[in-house]
């Protein structure tokens, strides 16, 4: 890690970005993902890494490929962050199974799947290993207050899609800002995943293909600081304006705080918390992209 990089922005991002490699709009192959990570994990802000996402149902594929990426010794060892199948009977003895065979090595500790409502998430909740951490990806209706409570009783965490390789697979602003409050009302950590390539909101390429369309992306720093400021009583109005922020220069860092517009101030101690009770990670197809700017931006 430089010496250069601030206490605020080394708490906002540690381990925040974890890696999904395989999936759009990078849609790279298991030995690809599997090497980038591994490679990641020797680099200089491997303190920015957090887990490699990859589907239950690709667990073979996967083991295949990075048991000779494991450490040696006990220690160290990689953390996953695997996909649910529909049949979560079968998720479970996957997880359970791999947790078993690679113990010390790699480990499955997070899970990601898909409900509808609170029925579904008690049923996936009485099924799943209870030494999971389970982020439920909700649809963002009228009934999101519901499923974040049935969320929050049962001790589990939610998830947000925050964009995709189209424009209509982005939610509004006001979407993600109501999901975060509700987050936030519930106590409920939570994960986003896609389109949060890049640390502050911008117009770019949705894909990385040559004639790829453009559509405005969330940026990364954007959700982090606006669920920062939510724990703190922001109101809905101003969280937009964080959201929709477009100018790199107003988002300041120190070793003390984060600073947006000047006047608005996160401590480290309150970054530590929306890290901890707010969001806990963003999945990103690319590690490289965020980095290089950050770089750019003079933040790392």
Request: charged residues 25%.
């Amino acid at each position: 890690m430089s010496e250069q990089v601030k206490e605020s922005i080394r708490v906002l991002l540690s381990e925040a970005i974890d890696y999904a490699g395989l999936f759009p709009p990078a849609g790279l192959s298991m030995p690809e993902s599997v090497i980038n990570y591994a490679t990641y994990r020797n680099s200089n802000y491997r303190w920015m890494l957090g887990r490699f996402v990859c589907p239950v149902n690709r667990l073979d594929e996967f083991t295949e490929s990075a048991r000779d990426f494991f450490p040696r010794e006990e220690g160290d060892e990689w953390r996953i962050s695997a996909l649910a199948t529909e049949d979560l009977r079968q998720t479970a003895d996957s997880v359970n199974e791999f947790n078993e065979a690679f113990s010390g090595k790699a480990r499955i500790d997070s899970l990601e799947l898909k409900s509808q409502s609170e029925a579904e998430i008690e049923a996936a909740v009485a099924v799943l290993p209870k030494n999971l951490t389970n982020y439920f990806e909700l649809p963002l209706s009228e009934s999101l207050p519901e499923t974040i409570s049935a969320l929050a009783v049962n001790r589990q965490r939610a998830k947000i899609r925050t964009g995709g390789v189209t424009s209509d697979l982005f939610p509004s602003t006001n979407d993600v800002i109501r999901f975060i409050r509700t987050c936030v009302a519930a106590n409920t950590p939570f994960k986003a995943t896609a389109g949060l390539h890049h640390p502050v909101r911008c117009f770019k390429p949705l894909t990385y293909e040559p004639e790829s369309p453009s559509g405005t992306m969330h940026g990364f720093l954007n959700v982090f600081l606006a669920t920062g400021f939510a724990r703190e009583g922001y109101r809905p109005e101003m969280l937009e304006q964080v959201m929709e922020e477009e100018f790199e220069e107003v988002f300041e860092f120190s070793d003390n705080d984060a600073i947006w517009q000047k006047d608005h101030v996160l401590t480290v101690y309150q970054i530590e918390a929306l890290r901890a009770k707010g969001i806990n990670s963003f999945g990103s197809c690319s590690f490289e992209e965020p980095i290089a700017d950050l770089q750019e931006l003079g933040i790392l």
